[in-house]
């Protein structure tokens, strides 16, 4: 039986995942792809703190001893950030190396460049564990929707956020609160920037456009909005009107064009992406003949990550047994094309705090008919001689939510806590 | 660009679907296989029935038009059934041609032999839409898991059933008001056999082990219970406990061995599959590494189906592209064991009648203490001086199970009305 060597790039979580899972099922892996698989190769910073493989598998500290070794035929990118694995993969492929990567960033940012690298060299890149851990989202859309359209792709792709929402949704916590506890039980990084400005997901939507849509995006070709203004009453108004709050990334064929965007969301309480919870995640694609499928899994974690990569190793190793290494992962190709604003069209929470006296509700009122937008559901509380006014609007376009807020801001009164997209 | 000719057996709602599809998806699939799909003949029973497509395509009432086309390089077969789907596919397969087909019952049953003759004729023989319509779960399971050990896949695979259990269970209705409202609606056949006594779920739930565990199971390896027995009694006394009765898929992994079982199951109300309504079906996918997945989508219909084979159309022309077609569809291979019954255990519930008599209660109690059973749940009810007793009892295995059947039958007084398994 042919045996394929590889090289690891990093041994953290998820690359001691991927060599545990080698290791374990090696006969079933033998039986799928008809070769045996072993890492021959690790990069690591520390040897001296890997001691417990250091018998198995060689560690070395120097890049060129895995990427220039003529033996390994796939190379596995886990150590993470844009440099240097940019280059780390680059070097690879020029060197004629199938590379296997989770690096949503890198890929999200330079993704094209790296693929035409690929292809260039007649290599394999792969990077189902770039989106959504554990899920085989990528493979699947490509895969199994290469003859349908996708009009939607949607979804909970961040397990950090969806963790601390569903905390302050089922506890009533403030985001702090929730957040110090995502730390303390290690679901939030100390430094937890990247996931609750939204940013993390918003990578991994530009890859699933990119699948389900053909389109390159870029990070400032669309809003992200976090969690880190969300409020703890907001939370609970959205659950009296029958709602929990996700973080949802939303990419959605309107017209010609494509809209895109990551931004807390109203999702009904009977809606599949209602009950998600905690870390995991959940990827819904709407297809014009399939209609609604969803996709739900651990969003994290080093054995779910692990697996996602293992699934590319085996797909590169089965690639290298009929040799048809170089094909595109995913090779479907359109403009993008921004969706007409007038055209985005969603009900709207609008969370709004003025002065609780006579002729407020009035001046509210009266910039709702000035921009022909109306009300589905409304509720005032009040405290301390303030008016805190809850609203759930019929559907409004992109135009008209940027007249409202416009307006609003024109008008000293009238605070505008938050505006969040409500899904049906 | 590479032209690949399409043979098309049968022209109902699936195939009617798959002739628009690829119409209506040209462009993609050429964006992404490389190649345009062209649908030439069809073969149907009653041409004149088909006036509205005799333009675009040959409609033929002779198999041979079809097997014997040297310029065929697929078929597709969609007239069901075993015979003669069975020996249309077989001189397709020895005349070279791929074969795709969405048939459960053969596929099932003849799987290996067909695989097998595929396999030496180096053609592609697929069958993804034959399980769960268009969710993409037998690909998924190959290319995602290839390298994780699946111990368990379980889920909702019949449309029909889910759909008279979705309203048996919310408006109150007995099975045969649910199924006449079903047949009505045409979400079941006239002839609901197959559907309500489980066999389509468990050819299904055969497949679906094929591919997790590598196993060839018949229809004679493991207990297949229907819902056509279930009362409305049970399915509201199963709610005030806090669960539905869905018809579940298990296929579980248990010591060295497998096991599988298609029956009606009680879900709490809070698992992943209690939310999977109507004619939706979900296969929820538990690996060692990664977890619990769940995959959700429509069980059935024209056009989801339809996609699920044009899935494999695109796959095998991407193959034909490479010249890599005859790999097998899924290649795990692995030994049949049942489980041993000592070690399947899982809680019941237990649907009992007898006579509201001193020292009934007591006589079931010895009953479950002597088999060393314990109740987790009781409730008891009355009508026409009979005693309804329903419980939820602590982990039991199939021993127990059955010897506490044996126990109860001896008994004249007792009568077991249902005994359902409990997921957890």
């Excluded at 996602?308 to 090779?331: A, E, H, P, Q």
């Excluded at 403009?335 to 705090?353: G, H, K, M, Q």
């Amino acid at each position: 039986m042919k045996k394929i060597e590889v090289g690891l790039l990093g041994l953290g979580t998820v690359g001691s995942g991927v060599l545990q899972m080698i290791r374990n099922n090696e006969d079933k892996v033998a039986n799928v792809t008809g070769s045996t698989l072993e890492v021959k190769k690790v990069l690591v910073k520390h040897p001296e703190r890997h001691q417990d493989v250091q018998q198995t598998v060689k560690l070395t500290t120097e890049i060129n001893d895995i990427v220039n070794d003529p033996d390994l035929q796939i190379v596995v990118e886990l150590i993470g950030g844009i440099h240097p694995a940019k280059e780390y993969i680059e070097t690879a492929l020029r060197n004629h190396k199938n590379v296997v990567t989770a690096n949503k960033d890198l890929i999200a940012t330079y993704g094209p460049e790296l693929v035409k690298l690929a292809h260039d060299n007649h290599c394999d890149l792969m990077y189902e564990a770039s989106v959504a851990g554990g899920i085989p989202i990528l493979r699947t859309i490509t895969n199994s929707f290469s003859a349908d359209k996708i009009t939607e792709v949607k979804g909970i792709v961040n397990g950090t956020t969806n963790y601390i929402l569903t905390q302050m949704g089922q506890r009533g916590w403030s985001y702090e609160q929730a957040l110090t506890e995502a730390q303390k039980l290690g679901f939030a990084e100390a430094d937890p920037t990247n996931d609750v400005t939204g940013k993390d997901a918003a990578y991994k939507m530009i890859i699933l456009s990119q699948f389900a849509f053909g389109t390159q995006l870029g990070l400032n070709d669309f809003a992200v909005t976090g969690i880190d203004n969300l409020s703890a009453f907001d939370v609970h108004q959205a659950s009296q009107f029958g709602y929990v709050i996700k973080l949802v990334g939303i990419a959605r064929v309107i017209e010609d064009g494509v809209f895109v965007e990551v931004a807390p969301t109203l999702v009904p309480n009977d809606h599949p992406l209602a009950t998600i919870n905690n870390e995991y995640n959940a990827v819904m694609v709407t297809g014009q003949a399939v209609g609604d499928t969803l996709f739900y899994g651990p969003g994290a974690g080093g054995l779910p990550t692990a697996n996602s990569v293992l699934s590319d190793i085996t797909s590169v190793t089965k690639n290298l047994v009929l040799k048809t290494n170089g094909n595109f992962f995913n090779n479907y190709q359109r403009r993008y094309i921004p969706a007409p604003a007038d055209e985005v069209i969603y009900p709207y929470f609008l969370s709004i705090t003025m002065p609780d006296v006579p002729g407020q509700m009035l001046k509210l009122t009266q910039i709702m008919t000035d921009i022909d937008a109306s009300f589905s559901q409304i509720t005032q509380t009040e405290a301390d001689g303030m008016a805190h006014v809850v609203i759930i609007t019929h559907g409004m376009n992109e135009n008209q939510l940027q007249e409202f807020k416009n307006r609003v801001k024109d008008d000293s009164t009238i605070k505008l806590g938050a505006a969040y997209k409500v899904l049906k």
